[in-house]
């Protein structure tokens, strides 16, 4: 078995699995888990020598679930086709993975450096955005309740480690909303499974919580003009996941 295994979820990420492959070359194993792509995402990975698998995604719980239960490592790191892992990073894993006794951690958080159409956000819930990512196998697993922005269900302690993923969530605002729709309908249906019903209010009060939280709370007001585009795009995102919500509500009524 190997010691570690960076494993990367992807779907037509031809545009970044490449430099994400490479940024991951220090790792024992790097593996591909692949739901379906039609463009060139496979092949690239082939080329870069990483073992590519197969998995029809259901949501982005359970299939991390599955590659947690698919690849064969004591530790597994979970990166993003459109993260990179700077060297420090590789060498701050490398030498917590190594801790033995009373140091052993059952999982890692990692920061991140996240950049929205190329600016690096400080504030608004994107800085550090800490990610529990590094995961000793057969101590975690998914909550089946959040289908996105997945909570790891971990069997003992987890540390912090110092050094950031960088990640380039959102070139441009016409692949915000593409990703943002997609997100919307999982997370309408996990909102569904756990009984919450829209009330009249309800598109008012939480977009505005939303914002709220983001932009004052969070301090997105950090990254001025960036802050106040994004935070009132992700109470646009939370209004429109109500809007999927109430037409579920409907459809199983």
């Known amino acids: 078995m190997v010691e570690l295994a960076a494993v990367i979820l992807t779907k037509n990420e031809e545009q970044h699995i490449g430099a994400c492959l490479d940024s991951l070359a220090w790792s024992d194993e790097r593996v591909v888990f692949d739901d379906g792509s039609t463009d060139r995402t496979v092949e690239i990975a082939q080329e870069r020598g990483a073992r590519v698998l197969h998995h029809k995604l259901e949501n982005f719980a359970a299939q ?9 490592a004591r530790w597994i790191l979970f990166v993003d086709a ?3 892992a700077t060297p420090a990073l590789a060498h701050e894993v490398r030498e917590v993975i190594g801790y033995q006794g009373a140091q052993a951690r059952a999982g890692w958080w990692i920061p991140r450096h996240n950049y929205m159409i190329g600016h690096r956000m400080r504030g608004g819930g994107w800085y550090p955005d800490y990610q529990l990512r590094l995961l000793r196998r057969g ?5 089946p309740a959040y289908p996105v922005h997945e909570i790891v269900i971990l069997e003992g302690e987890a540390g912090y480690l110092q050094n950031p993923l960088i990640h380039y ?3 441009s605002l016409a692949e915000f909303r593409h990703k943002m729709g997609r997100y919307t309908r999982f997370e309408a249906h996990a909102l569904l499974e756990r009984g919450v019903r829209v009330r009249p209010w309800t598109y008012l009060s939480m977009p505005l919580r939303e914002f709220w939280r983001r932009f004052v709370s969070l301090h997105g007001y950090r990254d001025h003009i960036y802050g106040l585009l994004f935070c009132g795009l992700m109470a646009w995102y939370t209004f429109m996941t109500y809007q999927h919500l109430r037409q579920l509500a409907r459809e199983t009524a």
């Open 64 to 72: 991390r679930d599955a590659a947690l239960t698919a690849v064969e």
């Open 82 to 84: 459109d993260e990179r």
């Open 139 to 143: 101590q975690a697993r998914y909550d």
């Open 169 to 171: 969530n959102y070139e």
